[in-house]
Every structure is written in structure tokens, then in C-alpha cells.
């Protein structure tokens, strides 16, 4: 099994900055792809960002330019930086991850977090 669990949410005024993460433990050793995924009420969860282990990168064309998700291997860790928030990116945010690279940027990843909430709001 694959523990995730998320840091790094909170409230934000539009045109600002967070950086999210997520800590992976457990069984890991063939983690491959890992992401970011958001959920708003009454809304279906949608991929954000999302990386395989080589770097590979994907991104929802709402969050490109804005958002960067990275990589620490060594520490088991994935980040998303988010820019130039708007009202719109408020949400739950989940870190994911499966050991079979082709669930990139799936919603069927096999491992959640239990989510962290980002409020952007003056």
C-alpha cells in the first residue's frame, strides 16, 4: 500500500502564490506517475498537473503557464507551485499516484491523498 498525504493548502488573495505537497510512504519503490487533481463541490474531480518518474510533465490547459509540478525522488515527494491564482482554482486539491505510467493524468490512479483545500479569495 501507498500512503499520500498533503501539506501546503490555505487561503490566498487573487494574484498569489502557494505550493502544495505531497509525501509519499509505504510502498513506493514502484511508484511511477504522480499528481494533482482538484475537485469542487457538485463538480467532477479534475487532473491538474501530473509527472512520471523520468520528469514528464502534463498540465490542464486552465493551469499552464501558472502551475509547475515537480519531482523529489530522494525524498519521495511531489510539489505543485501555483501562480497567479483566481478565484476559479479554489478547490480540494489530491495528490495520486500508480506504479503503471500509462494511469498518467488518469482519474484512476490507484493511490489518493485525502486532500488539502486552497481558497483564493480577497
Known amino acids: 500500500q501507498v500512503q499520500l498525504v498533503e501539506s501546503g493548502g490555505g487561503l490566498v488573495q487573487p494574484g498569489g502564490s502557494l505550493r502544495l505537497s505531497c509525501a509519499a510512504s509505504?510502498?513506493?519503490?514502484?511508484?511511477?506517475?504522480m499528481g494533482w487533481y482538484r475537485q469542487t463541490p457538485g463538480k467532477q474531480r479534475e487532473a491538474v498537473a501530473t509527472?512520471?518518474?523520468?520528469?514528464?510533465?502534463t498540465y490542464a490547459d486552465s493551469v499552464k503557464g501558472r502551475f509547475t509540478i515537480s519531482r523529489d525522488n530522494a525524498k519521495n515527494t511531489v510539489y505543485l507551485q501555483m501562480n497567479i491564482l483566481n478565484p476559479e482554482d479554489t478547490a480540494v486539491y489530491y495528490c495520486?499516484?500508480?506504479?503503471?505510467?500509462?494511469?498518467?493524468?488518469?482519474?484512476?490512479?490507484?493511490?489518493w491523498g485525502k486532500g488539502t483545500l486552497v481558497t483564493v479569495s480577497s
Open positions: 509505504g510502498s513506493i519503490f514502484n511508484i511511477n506517475p
Open positions: 509527472i512520471t518518474g523520468d520528469g514528464s510533465t
Open positions: 495520486a499516484a500508480d506504479v503503471r505510467v500509462e494511469k498518467i493524468f488518469s482519474l484512476s490512479m490507484d493511490y
